[in-house]
Nanobody
């Protein structure tokens, strides 16, 4: 069974930085084929895709970002460690949410982590 475990959330002041990590287990040897993403859900709002990443093999990985985080957040992955990261900089109060790691297989199976709280407040 595939499991995703997030870590790295917490309380940070506006303008600060955090790095989220998501460690995958149970993916056997094909983690590199998973489309990995970070979603977030703020109170009273729908869950939204923040960023996702597709391994490029010998080429660069392919990434997409929510417009409001472009230039501030960076998604990356280490396939040797079965881990995906979200580096968040210049954080704003509106970034406050529960952040969820998501993994999708080439055949469409989808997995979620339990979520990690990010709170941006002075």
């Amino acid at each position: 069974q595939v499991q995703l475990v997030e870590s790295g959330g917490g309380l940070v002041q506006p303008g600060g930085s955090l790095r989220l990590s998501c460690a995958a287990s149970g993916t056997r040897s094909d983690f590199n084929m998973y489309i990995m993403g970070w979603y977030r859900q703020a109170p009273g709002k729908q869950r939204e895709l923040v960023a996702d990443i597709v391994s490029g093999g010998s080429l660069a990985d392919s990434t997409t970002y929510l417009d409001s985080v472009k230039g501030r957040f960076t998604i990356s992955r280490d396939n040797r460690k079965n881990t995906v990261y979200l580096q968040m900089s210049t954080l704003k109060p509106e970034d406050t949410a529960v952040y969820y790691c998501n993994g999708r297989t080439p055949v469409g199976a989808m997995y979620w982590g339990q979520g990690t709280q990010v709170t941006v407040s002075s």
